[in-house]
């Protein structure tokens, strides 16, 4: 068995776990939904590097574009988390990074998402709330600040005392 098999198991459940939350945080009428997938996305790309995470991010991408609403363009969601987790994984670094370096890793996937779906909005003639669009930018990488590093440190120590 690989030793990397637990942490990619625990990644696609807390992946699948975070769409879910998402569509049922959205369906009970929230307004804005920070994404909640990007923060696993990029925590799991700075611990394997580019193309693991172009990898978790296109499973990733999958598993939003199923969940409903859906995508309007099917397969555009797995393509850009896959150039979030791309980008995210080039950014690796050996040893403990520091927690700064970690959270704008994290607001620099929430920029490569952000802007890719504003381009494909605005390509398949999609009307964008751009205020909404904003603030879910806002919160999504005021997340990814706070939670990358946490999700970074606990693998790593994970590894660490062997636990997978």
Known sequence: MSARLPATALRGVLLVLAALLSVSTWGRGV?????LV???????ALLTGPSGGALLGLGAGWVVDLMPPGAHVL?????LYAAAGLLA???????PAP???????????????TAGRIV??????????????GLRALLTALLCGLV???LVRLEQWLVRRRAW
């Open 38 to 44: 990007l923060p696993i996305v990029v925590a799991g």
């Open 120 to 133: 494909v909005g605005l390509l398949s003639g999609v009307t964008l709330a751009w205020s909404a669009t």
């Open 31 to 35: 307004a804005v939904v920070p994404d």
């Open 148 to 150: 990358v590093p946490g």
């Open 89 to 95: 994984g080039a950014a690796r670094r050996e040893g």
């Open 75 to 79: 397969g555009t969601n797995a393509l």
């Open 99 to 113: 927690w700064g370096w970690v959270a704008a890793v994290g607001v620099a996937g929430t920029a490569v998402l």
